[in-house]
Nanobody, 130 residues
Framework: QVQLVESGGGSVQAGGSLRLSCAPSGGTLSSHCVSWFRQAPGKEREGVAAIATERTSTYYDGSVKGRFTISQDNAKNIVSLQMNNLKPEDTAMYYC???????????????????????RGQGTQVTVSS
């Protein structure tokens, strides 16, 4: 069973950048959907970005499009989320999650609720101050 470990969270001022990483302990992320979700206090968990690692096809929520970039490093077996121009409303616990993907799916196909993802990390906190 794939277990995921997130790293890279922290505290930054608005306009700053952070890079989150998601690595599996055991197993590989090839031929998977990998998504980043976030949950702010008092709010529902929401999808941020997704990648279909077979095709390197990505999809973003509108609130982060143009500011966040999800990418994969096949050599290191890591999926990263580069977050630029961070805003206070980006403050949340960020989680990565993965599921096996059928051949040929897109990042849009991968994007969805975390309930569809059997493999999840424990989360990493991102705090953006104004």
């Amino acid at each position: 069973q794939v277990q995921l470990v997130e790293s890279g969270g922290g505290s930054v001022q608005a306009g700053g950048s952070l890079r989150l990483s998601c690595a599996p302990s055991g197993g590989t992320l090839s031929s998977h959907c990998v998504s980043w979700f976030r949950q702010a206090p008092g709010k529902e968990r929401e999808g941020v970005a997704a990648i279909a690692t077979e095709r390197t096809s990505t999809y973003y929520d509108g609130s982060v499009k143009g500011r966040f970039t999800i990418s994969q490093d096949n050599a290191k077996n890591i999926v990263s989320l580069q977050m630029n121009n961070l805003k206070p409303e980006d403050t949340a616990m960020y989680y990565c999650a993965a599921k096996i993907a059928p051949p040929g799916v897109s990042g849009f196909w991968c994007y969805g609720k975390i309930e569809g993802y059997p493999y999840r990390g424990q989360g990493t906190q991102v705090t953006v101050s104004s």
